[in-house]
């Protein structure tokens, strides 16, 4: 089922949860609704459930417009952070839920209702904890629960809210994966709200970056990785640094380098923002007259094959309102081995690429 978003606000009081929200999603696919909080991708979602009502707009599913028909009428499954399982149900009856409060001439028989939630079972690796109580499982067993129930009504549409959140990191990669592959294998469109970058790139065919209320973005992982289409995009997604400089007849200029930007060499002139990852920062012991950025290394982190280096700029720059606070850059823990560096040293960083937004172009 293919879903159509147009042109959707809604308010709370004085607060605009959104405004004048579009989106298409084709049959089959699993989108990721990622932002801060605060920025609307609940609010959309509910609104997709038929859980909240929008002030403005409309929701079409396969082309047919869904204002008007109650949440229990959509074929949604909806699947929330904190599991909302019921807690004097066993496993077996939490699934069979929603098969039981069918009306009576929908209601499959009991035998029905047992192979089904058998075979729901089986597909999140859990028909073995059928007799026991959620309060018996572990917080991602829970979760894989608490989906198999919303799969056991067949939903056209899977709805899901932060749906690892409240899982520790490790859990939450694993269902991460397990996630992906059961979509794959049911191929039922799927929206995920996540405010973790990592979740949304890993696990979704697209991405909708939203910021207040609006969608910023829309794109593959790669896409809004390796193009992000504003200053807040490349801010949100990953960790950056960011720099004041100047764009000159089509070259930037940041604390008197010169930047390299592919793929941007019709920059306006003006003052620019240069978003430089870590990895794209290339570090060097400070000698006399080198060219780069110099500052004091006063923090290293080395785990496993990386080193992460936190850097301050050794002069304030008064024309750069950036300079002078922490510098991030990661480097290949070998080559960090190799540099013979410590706390304290005197390093020159040089941007190896950057992501450059004129400055009267960036949106309020």
């Given at each position: 089922?293919?879903?159509?978003?147009?042109?959707?606000?809604?308010?709370f009081g004085d607060f605009h949860a959104l405004r004048d929200v579009s989106l298409d999603v084709?049959?089959?696919?699993?989108?990721?609704?990622?932002?801060?909080?605060?920025?609307g991708k609940t609010t959309l979602l509910r609104i997709i459930a038929g859980l909240e009502?929008?002030?403005?707009?409309?929701?079409?599913?396969?082309?047919?417009?869904?204002?008007?028909?109650?949440?229990?009428e959509r074929q949604v499954g909806f699947v929330f952070q904190h599991y909302a399982l019921f807690r004097h149900m066993t496993v077996?009856?939490?699934?069979?839920?929603?098969?039981?409060?069918?009306?009576?001439?929908?209601?499959?028989?009991?035998?029905?209702?047992?192979?089904?939630?058998?075979e729901l079972l089986q597909l999140v690796q859990l028909d073995w904890l059928a007799d026991r109580y959620p309060a018996q499982l572990s917080g991602g067993q829970r979760q894989r629960i608490a989906l198999a129930r919303a799969l056991a009504v067949e939903p056209k549409v899977l709805?899901?809210?932060?749906?690892?959140?409240?899982?520790?990191?490790?859990?939450?990669?694993?269902?991460?994966r397990w996630l992906r592959r059961l979509h794959d294998e049911l191929n039922v469109t799927s929206i995920f709200v996540t405010h973790d970058q990592e979740e949304a790139l890993e696990v979704a065919d697209r991405v909708v970056l939203m910021n207040s209320g609006r969608i910023e973005q829309v794109g593959s992982p790669q896409d809004v990785w390796d193009h992000p289409a504003s200053p807040f995009v490349y801010g949100f997604l990953g960790d950056v640094n960011l720099f004041h400089g100047r764009?000159?007849?089509?070259?930037?200029?940041?604390?008197?380098?010169?930047?390299?930007?592919?793929?941007q060499q019709d920059l306006r002139d003006g003052k620019a923002l240069a978003y430089v990852r870590p990895h794209d920062l290339s570090v060097e012991r400070y000698a006399p007259g080198a060219s780069g950025i110099v500052a004091t290394l006063t923090r290293a982190i080395v785990v496993g094959p990386i080193a992460r280096l936190e850097l301050e700029p050794v002069e304030t720059n008064p024309d750069n309102p950036g300079s002078g606070t922490i510098i991030e850059a990661q480097l290949p823990a070998q080559q960090f081995r190799d540099l013979g560096l410590a706390e304290g040293d005197k390093?020159?960083?040089?941007?190896?690429k950057a992501r450059v937004f004129v400055e009267d172009w960036v949106s309020p």
């Open positions: 089922m293919s879903i159509e978003i147009r042109h959707i606000s809604k308010q084709a049959s089959g696919e699993l989108v990721a609704l990622l932002g801060p909080s605060g920025c009502t929008a002030g403005a707009g409309s929701i079409l599913f396969s082309g047919e417009d869904t204002t008007d028909v109650h949440v229990r077996f009856e939490n699934v069979a839920f929603g098969l039981r409060v069918k009306p009576r001439s929908l209601r499959p028989s009991d035998a029905q209702i047992k192979k089904k939630v058998h709805l899901l809210d932060e749906p690892f959140g409240a899982l520790d990191a490790k859990v939450r990669k694993e269902l991460r764009s000159l007849e089509g070259e930037v200029q940041v604390e008197g380098i010169r930047l390299d930007t592919p793929g390093v020159v960083a040089t941007p190896r």
